[in-house]
């Protein structure tokens, strides 16, 4: 059983069918996932991406705002689903902490990974927010570099497909899903499990990271329990 994880959710995941804001049943549903995974003594940290508030990329995209403004918009965007997630979590009697790789006292603590551990050991789910607090980094990289810093076991990253495939399940009826990819096939393909600098990361610290549905019940708890079946793994 994994003791210690870490689960990196989209921004996008956060929006439902409207596409942007929050969708506040869809926020109710993942606390409820991740109160399973307490309830069962697994330490949990959580990572959630902007993009259902403003993607850096996008923002910058025609120039008018720098590519440096548009991640730090994104970051942003990370710590307001973070008070979102938080206040979701708390709502339903879990003990959770918001960290910032931004300093912003009045609404988080500041980013210590020591702190961090010590929240995780006394049970309370730590929220990883403002990416690295660096731009050109996206909050794949972010969730690769949290679990490695505090030792996270596995990276679950929870989408909205049962897995990898190796082509769009879409589109393509005969695509076919990859229960097992290596670090070295993600990155020599281009396989969209993570941005390449978040898998190199995860190779050089033999993290794995498992790709699973976050909309089937029960299932980051099934993986947390070692059944891999509805999920793909890079290792």
Known sequence: MNKRVLVKFSGEALA????????????????????ELVDNNVEVGIVIGGGNIVRGVTAAADGVIKRTSGDYMGM?????????MQEALEH???????????????????????????HLEKGRVVIFSAGTGNPF???????????SEVEATILIKATKVDGVYD???AKFEDAVKLDTISYDEALKDHIKVMDDTAIALAKDNGLPIVVANMNKKGNLLNIINGDYSQCSVVK
């Open 167 to 169: 082509k769009d399940p």
């Open 137 to 147: 980094f996206t909050t794949d990289t972010a969730a690769t570099l949290r679990a």
């Open 16 to 35: 439902g069918e409207n596409g942007y804001g929050i969708d506040t049943k869809i926020l109710e549903y993942i606390a409820h996932e991740i109160k």
């Open 76 to 84: 942003l965007a990370t710590v307001v689903n973070g008070i979102a």
């Open 92 to 118: 339903i009697g879990v003990s959770a902490r918001l960290q910032t790789a931004i300093k912003m006292e009045q609404i988080a603590e500041p980013y210590i990974v020591r702190r961090a551990k010590r």
